[in-house]
C-alpha cells in the first residue's frame, strides 16, 4: 500500500484464520510466558452468569490459569452487561466470536472460533436451556445457584470437549436420570440427590 | 465432639445471606477451615460433600487448592456419588499445568476399562474436558477400545474424546482414523455426529487424511439427503428442521473436502441447491443450516449459479427482522465482496439501507461493505448516503467513514467540483475526525483546478464564516483566501450565489481565527501566512495587516513569532520584493499518493535555505540574479519560496532533478569552498523511498577563530546539466567577503 493511505481499506477487516493467539492474548496479559499452542477446541468456554455479574458457571475447554480465566471472565463479563438489550448476540473480542443470550436474569456466554458457525451456537444455548427447563421443571436462576453441580451434569452429557455429543433431548435427559439413580443417598422429596 | 458439617445448600443459604462482602468472606472462610480440617481428619463418608462446598465457593472466586487431593480420592472412590462430584473436581481445579492432574491417569484407566457405562461417561468425559498430552498418550489404547463397544452412549463420549485427543497429540491420528469408516454407518445421531466432527479434525490437520476422506463424499451426501429429506422427527427436529446440529456438521466437512477439489464439488453440487432451496427460513434453526450451506457453497468449486443463489441467500439475509441473521450476512458479503462483487453488488441498496442499523456492530460492518461496493457508476448516489452516515453516525465510526468517503472520492470523483465539494463536505461534518494528510490533499487539489479557484475560495469563505472551529476545514480555507482573495472579492463567480464580500470582513475573519483559542499553532501560521499574502491581493493600504503582523512579532509561540517577524521585515525593509515574494504558487504537478513524500520534500528542502548558522534574510532578488548569471537558464523562472507550510511549494522544483535510480552505494561529501578557515561542504542524500529525489545539504563550517557574521550563502541549481552556482557574503576578520563561485565536480554518482 503506498504511503499515506488511510487505515480504513477496502478489503478491512477481513477475519483471519487460523489466528489463534487467545490464549496467548490471555497469558500475555495476565503477565506471563504464552503457553504453548494449544489446538483448537470448537467452543472454547460457556460461562453464566447473573445480571449483577455473579458468575453461576464456568466451563472451560481451553487450559487456562486460574488467573487468566478469572480476568477473562471479568473482562467478557463486563463487556457483555454493556450492551443494549436491541444490540445483536454477536461481539468480536480478541480473536475469539461471543455468541451470547440473556434467559430471564441469566447471561449464556459461549466463545467460539472464528470458522464455527454463530447461528447453530445459539441454538446449543437454546438446547442447554431447554434441557435446564426439563430437568428443573421450569427453571429460574435460583436452581442453576443450589444446584449448580447439576447444571455441570447436564451440561456434560450435552456437550463434551467443547463438541455436541448428542442431539435427542430425550437421550439426554434420561441418562441424567439414570445417573441420579445411582447416587446415594436419595432424598425422596425432590427426587435429586442432595449434599 | 464431632460438629456435622453443613449440607451443601445451607451452605449456599448462609453465603447468600451475607450482607456485605466481609461477612460473606467471614462465613466462607470459617466454612473453608472445617472443610480443610475434615480432610485432614480424611473422612471419607462427608468428602464428597465437602468437596462440593468447596467448589461453590471456588465459583464465587475463593481459593480451593487444597482440595485438589481430595478430587483423587473421591475418583478412586467405588462409590458413584464420589465419583460423581471427584470428576467435577477434577475438570474444575486440576489442569495440566498442575503436576498433580496425571495422578488421576490411573483412576481414569480403571473406570474406562472396568467401570459401569455412567462411570466411564464420567472418565471420558473429564479426559476430554482437561487431559493433557501425556494423559492422551496414555490413555489412547483405552479409548481406542470403547469405540468398538456396543453402547452408543459410550461410544459417542468415546469418539469425541478421541478428538480432544488428536488435538493435543496429533501422532494419534493413526490409532483413530481407520474405524471413522466403520462409524459412519452408524444410525445413531450422536455417534454419526462425533464421528463426522472425528473425521473433520483428521482432515485439518493431515494432508494425507483430506486425501483418503474424499472418499467418502458421496457417503456424507447421502446421510444428509435423508436427513433433509426425512419427516419431521420429535426426537431430533428443531423448528421443522431435522437435526441442525448434524447437518450443519456435515456441510463442515463437506467444505473441507470440497475446497480445491472439482470431482468433490461435483459430487456435492445438487444436494446444496437442494438444501439451499428447502431449508425452513422461518426460525434461526433453518438459518443456521442454511448459512452453513452458503459458506459451503463459497467455499467450494461450485457452479456459477450457485454461487449467485449463495449470495441472493445472503441479500435476503440482509432483509431478515432478525439483527442476528443480518449480522452474519453482512460479514459473509464483506469476505466475498472481492471475490463475488458483481454478485454482491446487486444487494447493494439493502447494504445501504443497514446503515441505518442502531446497533453499532451492525452499522460498522454496513459501512465497511458500503465502501468496498462504490464504484465509478454508484459513486454519487453512494458518496450521498455516506455523507448522510457521516452526519449521524456513532463517533467510533467517523474517523473511519471519514477516510473512507475521502478515499472514494479520490479513486472514482467523476469531476474535481464535485471532488472539492465532497471533501468540503467531509470537512465540515467531520473535520476533527480526518486524517492529516487531508489539509494537504485539498490544496493540492484546489491548487490544481485553476477553474474552481474562484468557487472554491468562496464555498471555503462561506464555510469559515459560519464555523472556526474545524482545524482542518479552518487551515484549507486560510490558505485559500490567502492564495485566491483577489478572486473572492471580485464577486462574479457564477456556480454559487454572488456574495459581496468586503476587504475588512475578510481580515476580520482570519483576525478571528488568528486569535481564536480554538485554533491550532499550525492554524495560526496559516492564517498568518494568508494575512500577509493579501497584503498584496487587496487593494487597500495594509495598515491593518501591518498591525497585526507587528504585533505577533512578540507572540510566545516561537514559529508564530518567528513568521510575524520575517513578514515584518518584509515589509520594512524589502517591501519592493514583497510582490514577487507574495505572488500565486505556481500548479504544481502531483502524482497522487507521493503528495506525502512531495511535503516531506519540501520541508527537508527548506532547511537548505537555511543551512547557515546565523538567521536568514530573505533573499530574493539576489537569487533571481544569481539566475541570469547561469547561462541557459530557463525562461520559467521559479520564484522562491515563501516560508509557508503549504506542501508542493516551489522549492520542490530546484531539486527536482532528472535522474534515474542511482546505485546504492551513497555519495562522498564534497568540499566546495575554503577560505581562511571558513569552509563549505556539500553532502549528497537520495532518500530511499523516492530516489528521483537528490538531497544536498551545504553545511559552513568556521574553523577560524574570528567570528564570522552576517553569513548568506545562496545557491542555484539549473535542471540540467547538474551544476551548482554558490554565492557566499559574510563578514570576517573585519572585512566583508563575497565569493561567486560554480561547482562543477559534483560526484558522478550525484547525476546518474
Redesign the interface.
Known amino acids: 500500500m503506498?504511503?499515506?493511505?488511510?487505515?480504513?481499506?477496502?478489503?478491512?477487516?477481513?477475519?483471519q484464520h487460523g489466528d489463534r493467539g487467545f490464549p496467548f492474548a490471555a497469558a500475555a496479559a495476565a503477565g506471563q510466558a504464552p503457553p504453548r499452542p494449544r489446538?483448537?477446541?470448537a467452543m472454547q468456554f460457556m460461562l453464566l452468569f447473573s445480571r449483577q455479574g455473579?458468575?453461576?458457571?464456568?466451563?472451560?475447554?481451553v487450559?487456562?490459569?486460574d488467573k487468566e480465566k478469572?480476568k477473562i471472565t471479568r473482562e467478557l463479563v463486563q463487556t457483555v452487561l454493556a450492551r443494549k438489550p436491541?444490540?445483536?448476540?454477536?461481539?468480536?473480542w480478541r480473536d475469539l466470536k461471543i455468541v451470547y443470550k440473556r434467559y430471564a436474569s441469566l447471561y449464556f456466554c459461549c466463545a467460539i472460533e472464528d470458522q464455527d458457525?454463530?447461528?447453530?451456537t445459539?441454538?446449543?444455548i437454546h438446547?442447554y436451556v431447554e434441557l435446564l427447563d426439563k430437568y428443573f421443571g421450569s427453571v429460574c436462576e435460583l436452581d442453576i445457584?443450589?444446584n449448580?453441580?447439576k447444571a455441570?451434569?447436564i451440561l456434560?452429557?450435552f456437550l463434551?470437549?467443547g463438541?455436541?455429543?448428542?442431539?435427542?433431548?430425550?437421550?439426554v435427559l434420561k441418562?441424567i436420570e439414570?445417573?441420579d439413580l445411582?447416587?446415594?443417598p436419595r432424598h425422596e422429596y425432590f427426587n435429586v440427590?442432595?449434599? | 465432639m464431632v460438629v456435622p458439617s453443613l449440607?451443601?445448600?445451607d451452605l449456599?443459604e448462609e453465603i447468600?445471606g451475607a450482607k456485605t462482602q466481609a461477612q460473606e468472606r467471614e462465613v466462607i472462610q470459617k466454612e473453608c477451615a472445617h472443610i480443610r480440617a475434615s480432610f485432614r481428619d480424611g473422612d471419607p463418608v462427608h468428602r464428597?460433600?465437602q468437596l462440593?462446598?468447596l467448589?461453590?465457593v471456588h465459583?464465587?472466586?475463593y481459593p480451593a487448592h487444597f482440595g485438589q487431593m481430595e478430587c483423587l480420592k473421591l475418583i478412586a472412590s467405588s462409590?458413584?456419588?464420589d465419583k460423581?462430584?471427584g470428576y467435577?473436581g477434577a475438570?474444575?481445579l486440576l489442569?495440566?499445568?498442575h503436576d498433580a492432574h496425571l495422578l488421576i491417569t490411573n483412576s481414569i484407566k480403571n473406570d474406562l476399562s472396568q467401570g459401569i457405562q455412567?462411570v466411564q461417561?464420567l472418565a471420558?468425559?473429564t479426559l476430554?474436558?482437561?487431559g493433557?498430552a501425556e494423559m492422551c498418550r496414555d490413555l489412547a489404547p483405552e479409548v481406542e477400545k470403547l469405540l468398538l463397544q456396543p453402547s452408543p452412549?459410550v461410544r459417542?463420549?468415546a469418539i469425541?474424546?478421541a478428538?480432544?485427543m488428536?488435538?493435543?497429540v496429533p501422532e494419534l491420528s493413526s490409532v483413530f482414523l481407520p474405524p471413522c469408516a466403520q462409524l459412519l454407518h452408524e444410525r445413531h445421531?450422536?455417534i454419526l455426529?462425533?464421528t463426522i466432527?472425528l473425521i473433520t479434525e483428521l482432515c485439518e490437520r493431515s494432508p494425507a487424511a483430506l486425501r483418503h476422506f474424499r472418499k467418502v463424499v458421496p457417503q456424507l451426501v447421502h446421510i444428509l439427503r435423508t436427513l433433509v429429506t426425512m419427516g419431521y422427527s420429535t426426537?431430533?427436529s428443531?423448528s421443522g428442521v431435522s437435526?441442525?446440529?448434524?447437518q450443519?456438521?456435515i456441510l463442515?466437512l463437506l467444505r473441507i473436502l470440497g475446497r480445491n477439489h472439482e470431482e468433490s464439488s461435483e459430487t456435492m453440487n445438487d444436494l446444496l441447491a437442494q438444501v439451499a432451496t428447502n431449508t425452513d427460513t422461518s426460525r434461526?434453526?433453518g438459518?443456521?443450516v442454511l448459512?452453513?450451506t452458503v459458506?459451503t457453497i463459497m467455499d467450494i468449486r461450485s457452479a456459477a449459479g450457485l454461487r449467485v443463489l449463495a449470495v441472493n441467500i445472503l441479500g435476503r439475509f440482509l432483509l431478515n427482522s432478525d439483527?442476528?441473521?443480518?449480522?452474519?450476512a453482512l460479514?459473509s458479503l464483506?469476505?466475498l465482496v472481492?471475490s463475488d462483487h458483481s454478485a454482491v453488488q446487486r444487494h447493494r441498496p439493502t447494504v445501504v439501507e443497514c446503515l441505518r442499523e442502531?446497533?453499532?456492530?451492525?452499522s460498522r460492518r454496513a459501512l465497511?461493505l458500503s465502501?468496498?461496493l462504490v464504484n465509478s457508476s454508484n459513486v454519487r448516489a453512494m458518496m450521498q448516503e455516506l455523507q448522510a452516515f457521516l452526519e449521524s453516525c456513532p463517533p467510533d465510526l467517523r474517523?473511519?467513514c471519514a477516510?473512507?468517503i475521502?478515499?472514494a472520492a479520490e479513486r472514482f470523483a467523476p469531476t474535481k467540483r464535485w471532488h472539492i465539494d465532497t471533501i468540503l463536505h467531509v470537512l465540515t461534518t467531520a473535520g476533527t475526525h480526518v486524517?492529516d494528510?487531508a489539509v494537504a490533499n485539498l490544496t493540492q487539489l484546489i491548487g490544481g483546478a485553476q477553474e474552481l479557484h474562484a468557487y472554491s475560495v468562496r464555498r471555503l469563505y462561506n464555510a469559515l464564516a459560519e464555523d472556526i472551529s474545524q482545524q482542518p476545514l479552518v487551515q484549507v480555507a486560510a490558505w485559500c483566501i490567502g492564495e485566491y482573495g483577489d478572486l473572492l472579492l471580485a464577486g462574479n463567480c457564477e456556480e454559487i450565489e454572488p456574495l459581496q464580500v468586503d476587504e475588512e470582513e475578510v481580515l476580520a475573519l482570519l483576525e478571528k481565527v488568528l486569535q481564536s483559542h480554538m485554533s491550532l499553532p499550525a492554524t495560526r501560521g496559516y492564517a498568518l501566512t494568508a494575512l500577509m499574502k493579501l497584503s498584496t491581493r487587496l487593494c487597500g493600504d495594509n495598515n491593518r495587516i501591518r498591525q497585526v503582523v507587528s504585533i505577533y512579532g512578540s507572540c510566545l509561540d516561537v514559529e508564530l513569532q518567528q513568521r510575524a517577524v520575517e513578514y515584518d521585515t518584509l515589509f520594512r525593509k524589502y517591501d519592493h520584493m514583497r510582490a514577487a515574494i507574495l505572488e500565486k504558487m505556481p500548479l504544481v504537478e502531483r502524482d497522487?499518493?507521493q503528495?506525502?513524500?512531495e511535503a516531506k520534500e519540501s520541508k527537508e528542502a527548506a532547511q537548505l535555505s537555511e543551512a547557515a548558522p546565523v538567521p536568514t534574510e530573505p533573499q530574493a532578488s539576489q537569487l533571481l540574479d544569481l539566475l541570469d548569471l547561469l547561462d541557459g537558464a530557463s525562461g520559467d523562472v521559479q520564484h522562491p519560496p515563501h516560508l509557508d507550510p503549504s506542501p508542493g511549494g516551489a522549492l520542490v522544483h530546484l531539486l527536482d532533478l532528472p535522474c534515474v535510480p542511482p546505485p546504492p552505494a551513497p555519495i562522498p561529501d564534497l568540499k566546495v569552498f575554503e577560505r581562511e578557515g571558513v569552509q563549505l561542504n556539500l553532502s549528497f542524500i537520495r532518500p530511499p523511498?523516492n530516489p528521483a529525489l537528490l538531497l544536498i545539504t551545504i553545511t559552513a563550517t568556521n574553523f577560524s577563530e574570528g567570528d564570522v557574521t552576517h553569513f548568506i550563502c545562496q545557491a542555484a541549481v539549473p535542471k540540467a546539466p547538474l551544476r551548482l552556482k554558490l554565492r557566499l557574503t559574510y563578514d570576517h576578520f573585519h572585512q566583508s567577503v563575497q565569493e561567486i563561485f560554480e561547482v562543477n565536480n559534483l560526484p558522478v554518482e550525484s547525476w546518474q
Not at chain 1, 56 to 61: D, G, H
Not at chain 1, 117 to 120: A, D, P, T, V, Y
Request: glycine share 4%.
Open positions: 503506498p504511503a499515506g493511505c488511510p487505515p480504513h481499506s477496502t478489503t478491512a477487516s477481513l477475519p489446538p483448537a477446541a455473579k458468575l453461576r458457571l464456568q466451563k472451560w475447554y487450559p487456562l490459569s478469572k436491541k444490540m445483536c448476540s454477536f461481539l468480536e458457525n454463530e447461528l447453530i445459539l441454538e446449543i438446547r445457584i443450589f449448580f453441580e455441570y451434569f456434560d452429557e463434551l470437549g463438541e455436541v455429543q448428542e442431539t435427542s433431548k430425550k437421550n441418562a439414570q445417573a445411582l447416587q446415594e440427590p442432595v449434599y | 449440607k451443601l445448600q449456599i447468600r464428597h460433600r462440593a462446598k467448589l461453590y465459583m464465587l472466586g462409590r458413584f456419588t460423581r462430584v467435577l475438570m474444575l489442569d495440566e499445568r455412567p461417561g471420558l468425559c476430554s474436558t482437561m493433557s452412549y459417542k463420549k469425541l474424546t478428538v480432544h488428536i488435538r493435543k445421531h450422536g455426529l462425533g466432527t426426537e431430533h428443531i437435526d441442525p446440529f448434524l450443519v456438521q463442515r434461526n434453526a438459518n443456521a448459512f452453513e459458506l439483527r442476528n441473521i443480518r449480522y452474519v460479514t464483506l469476505r472481492q442502531t446497533d453499532a456492530s451492525l465497511e465502501l468496498a474517523a473511519d477516510s473512507g475521502l478515499l486524517r494528510d497522487g499518493p503528495a506525502d513524500e523511498e
